[in-house]
């Protein structure tokens, strides 16, 4: 009851802090799964597993963070299992076997985990070296007859730090564990090291991998016109494609992509502009058949829309900008975690207060 609660209000402020898109095949998949998924956005990242699957995931967390007021009282709520980093605490080592332990009896059990192997957050625009964990406690699981699979999952925000943006988690196929199985004792870390560089495989197929963050307006740019071109909607695996494309450009022809990069930018700001949404709409040619219907819907927003704006500027001018106040010294990778956690809090708080204000002069 604790985790359907924790999820639905989880997932519902999750969906109203970015715009989530889920590409992933319509069932869950069953039995013992370890979800992986890259992790560039602090807490956000395994939140947003609530989105993507309905199972009870079993998440697996820093040690510090069990300490933490409110956090930690949630992450005890949900039997997260605490991983403890020599980074942390060189002492407490020792203490990760019992949590592999635990984490394969979940498998054994059928359960589902959540880890993210890149050990830590980070703002790198490509995929960071995978620790050995996640592969340990699959094939430690598998070892014992559990039919575990892994299931890579691929989170690209378009800009993670800011209100209303946009991210897409990518379900990629599921990794048969028992594949990789060690015929001998011998072969353990042969196994270990095949399975992490099959699930590091899986995770760049649902990621973007750039060399710079700078080359994400040019994949996005690129894959919406070629949308328009075809007809079609835009393409996850295909702006992965984009990706590694730009990144080949880069190496043959830096001076010439550099220029290309100028323009689809500054071409993609126009665009936002007029926010192109059909292929008709990128005309350069203003004709009262076009710009009249622009300027009529604009209008129409203005008016219709300015009520709302001054009443919503009224409820929260306050509250607001405190999220974005609370995040100002935040690293990259942490800044919407900040962000979402006070404006949860600040929301509550607000609407308590404001249901209170209207209960007493009611």
């Not at 597993?49 to 040690?63: G, N």
């Not at 196994?191 to 990621?207: D, I, K, P, S």
Request: charged share 20%; hydrophobic share 50%; with cysteine.
């Amino acid at each position: 009851m604790f985790y359907a609660c924790v999820r639905a209000v989880v997932a519902l402020a999750l969906r109203l802090f970015y715009r989530v898109k889920v590409n992933a095949p319509g069932e869950a998949p069953s039995g013992p799964v370890l979800f992986v998924g890259n992790h560039p956005n602090g807490l956000i990242d395994p939140a947003l597993v609530f989105i993507l699957t309905r199972r009870q995931v079993t998440f697996m967390a820093k040690a510090p963070l069990f300490k933490l007021p409110v956090i930690g009282w949630l992450l005890k709520g949900l039997n997260a299992l605490p991983v403890y980093r020599k980074q942390d605490d060189p002492t407490q080592m020792g203490r990760n076997e019992g949590t592999l332990d635990a984490a394969k009896g979940a498998l054994v059990q059928g359960r589902a985990i959540t880890i993210f192997p890149e050990g830590k957050s980070h703002s790198e625009p490509e995929l960071a070296e995978l620790k050995t964990g996640a592969a340990r406690i699959a094939l430690n699981a598998a070892r014992e007859g559990a039919p575990v699979r892994i299931v890579p999952v691929g989170l690209t925000y378009a800009e993670k730090n800011v209100f209303r943006s946009e991210v897409l988690i990518d379900q990629g196929a599921p990794i048969d564990v028992t594949a990789f199985l060690p015929k001998d004792a011998a072969s353990e870390q042969d196994a270990v090291r095949a399975l992490t560089e099959r699930v590091a495989e899986g995770l760049r197929a649902v990621t973007l991998n750039l060399e710079q963050w700078e080359d994400l307006p040019v994949v996005q740019v690129a894959e919406q016109l070629y949308a328009f071109r075809q007809g079609g909607a835009l393409d996850a695996e295909r702006l992965r494609l984009w990706a590694r494309g730009v990144r080949l450009f880069r190496t043959q022809e830096p001076a010439r992509y550099e220029r290309l990069r100028q323009d689809l930018s500054s071409f993609g700001h126009r665009m936002a502009l007029v926010q192109a949404s059909r292929p008709e709409e990128l005309s350069v040619e203003y004709r009262p058949g076009n710009v009249v219907p622009f300027a009529l819907k604009t209008l129409a927003r203005g008016v219709f829309g300015l009520p709302l704006f001054a009443l919503g500027l009224a409820l929260f001018a306050l509250p607001y900008p405190l999220p974005r106040m609370a995040a100002r010294r935040a690293e990259l990778d942490i800044q919407a975690t900040v962000k979402f956690l006070t404006a949860v809090v600040v929301s509550l708080g607000w609407w308590w207060g404001l249901t209170a204000v209207a209960a007493v002069w009611g």
